[in-house]
């Protein structure tokens, strides 16, 4: 493949207009009946996890068809590529090797020369020492009290796949601790996260890539003041605060001694990083081992991923199935519906896993895209959902696929709730694939008027994850497959997933701003009309 030809133009990509011509008024109801394997043919096993694809607008041909452009894209190359240390994020000219952070120790990696494999496993022992100390009420405060609460401040990355994995793996974790996750620039954040914290029982991880970002640089030195008020005492900053960083000079001026800041590199995207030290309170929380086995998991997908051919490929079957929409049937979002409470904050983090990544308009040589990219992700935990949003995906006008994550085993076996959450994830499987016709309507004796309303056109599709329980290995297994699926459409794509230029205008406008709210004159402001007035209308009110 040239990078001269549109996407568009591949003979693999026209095969798939011509596919989707055909196939786009075809009934799931219509493919499951002419079909009776139908369930077993479009389902898989692997990593742990069962995979039903089979209430996709599917057929093997399709499949086939979105296969061929996968190996047209050279994915199976680029997959290559990123596991050995290329510099695939070429806008940055970075390494992109999250997957470096959950190989095993006897693996080789190298990058600039150097095997890298070592230096995270370095890195791992030293969390590990921490979190055990942590954990076991070693690491003392500065009064000498144990440390009981764990406060990570961070955003984006370094927040959202450590509040999720914080959640996912609750009850795993140790509850003697407390654990708050501060984000937000708004001040609400912090003051309510610290609100009954004691000062002198209580630990900041400064999670920061660049330790440079305004929201993260701005909580921390908020909760510096807030410590220092009660410890009255610059050295308690030492016990107080940890770092978690590639950037140790900004760390050693902030404060934190290096000594006690846990390392990661430029080649772990921030939204890729929460196996990184970024985990580090994931770790204190749910201890070494889970972490490891967390680990392990997420490894498992990527060997899984390296090597399946792409027909047997969950990674590489999720993305191109979410192409197929995006691209041919013009739908617009996803929806990621866990049925599993402690999941609750996994739509989240794969809204900037995925939108970040793939939310681009230009090819990696910087020619607009003639052709749909990353996709909304968006969803909440079930039966929530059904209560909510639902509605609109049974009879609403817009097609969105659906991701139903559930499990067979749960943590709290109360009564009948296990199984009446079971039943109404496949229940909504079923009823978004296959709806509700007129005559079934009719032959129940519902009126006439009211049958258009009652009606479900059905053929709404949907993939069913079932996994056995959420262990620590099955989340890291789960966050690999997303990241692994994002990846996949991201080179079919041609985009750069690994960039994140976007946010860098607001960044820098939000700074000229800024100083145009705090200043005692009135000040000459050169924005477009509606800004101005809206700075006016503040600083007036303020
Ligand atoms: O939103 C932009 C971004 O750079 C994300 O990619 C990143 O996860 C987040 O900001 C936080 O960055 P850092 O870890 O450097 O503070």
Not at 48 to 61: E, L, P, V
Not at 177 to 192: C, H, K, M, P
Not at 424 to 449: I, P, S
């Amino acid at each position: 493949m040239t990078d001269t030809t549109s996407l568009r133009d591949l003979p693999e990509w026209k095969a798939l207009e011509a596919h989707y011509a055909k196939l786009k008024d075809v009934h799931l109801r219509e493919l499951f009946a002419r079909d009776p394997g139908r369930a077993e043919k479009f389902s898989l096993e692997a990593a742990g996890i069962y995979f039903d694809y089979s209430k996709h607008r599917i057929t093997a041909g399709t499949v086939n068809r979105l296969c061929d452009l996968a190996e047209a894209a050279g994915l199976r190359e680029k997959i290559e590529a990123m596991f050995t240390g290329e510099r695939i994020n070429l806008t940055e000219g970075r390494a992109v090797l999250h997957t470096a952070l959950r190989a095993p120790k006897s693996a080789t990696i190298v990058v600039d020369g150097e095997n890298v494999v070592p230096r995270v496993h370095a890195v791992l022992e030293k969390m590990e020492t921490f979190a055990r100390k942590v954990r076991a009420g070693e690491w003392k405060g500065h009064t000498g009290k144990p440390v009981k609460n764990v406060v990570n401040i961070g955003i984006g990355g370094s927040d959202l796949g450590p509040v999720m994995a914080y959640e996912a793996l609750k009850d795993y974790g140790d509850r003697g601790l407390t654990f708050r996750f501060v984000s937000n620039i708004d001040g609400t954040d912090f003051a309510e996260a610290v609100m009954d914290l004691d000062p002198a029982e209580t630990l900041f991880i400064v999670a920061s890539k660049t330790f440079t970002t305004l929201e993260t640089m701005t909580n921390a030195g908020t909760a510096r003041a807030w410590a220092l008020k009660a410890l009255k005492d610059e050295a308690a900053v030492a016990r107080h605060f940890v770092a978690v960083s590639t950037n140790a000079a900004k760390v050693a001026e902030f404060g934190v001694d290096t000594e006690n800041m846990f390392g990661f590199w430029d080649w772990v995207g921030g939204r890729y990083s929460m196996f990184s030290a970024i985990g580090l309170s994931t770790m204190i929380a749910i201890g070494p081992e889970h972490f490891r086995e967390m680990l392990a998991g997420a490894y498992e997908m990527d060997e899984h991923y390296r090597v399946a051919p792409f027909e047997e490929n969950l990674p590489a079957l999720m993305g191109l199935l979410g192409l197929w929409y995006n691209d041919f049937f013009g739908a617009q979002s996803i929806a990621v519906l866990p049925y599993e409470q402690y999941l609750k904050r996994f739509p989240a983090y794969l809204q900037q896993l995925t939108m970040e990544s793939n939310g681009k308009r230009v090819t990696l040589d910087g020619r607009a895209v003639d052709y749909q990219t990353g996709q909304i992700y968006w969803g909440e935990p079930g039966t929530n959902g059904q209560h909510s949003f639902y509605q609109l995906i049974h009879q609403g006008t817009k097609l969105i696929p659906c991701d139903f994550i559930a499990f067979s085993k749960t943590r709290h076996r109360l009564g009948r709730h296990h199984d009446l959450l079971m039943a109404n994830v496949f229940a909504q499987a079923e009823a978004l694939a296959f709806g509700k016709t007129a005559e079934e309507l009719k032959a129940e004796g519902v009126k006439d008027w009211l049958v258009p309303h009652r009606t479900f056109e059905g053929n709404r599709p949907s993939t069913t994850m079932l996994l056995d329980a959420l262990t620590p290995a099955a989340l890291g297994r789960l966050v690999a497959l997303y990241e692994h699926s994002v990846f996949t459409q991201g080179m079919i794509w041609r985009v750069g997933p690994f960039d994140q230029w976007g946010v860098e205008l607001g960044k820098a406008l939000a700074g000229r701003i800024a100083p145009e709210l705090e200043a005692k004159d009135e000040p000459r402001l050169n924005h477009d009309g509606s800004t101005n007035a809206l700075i006016r209308r503040y600083r007036k009110e303020r």
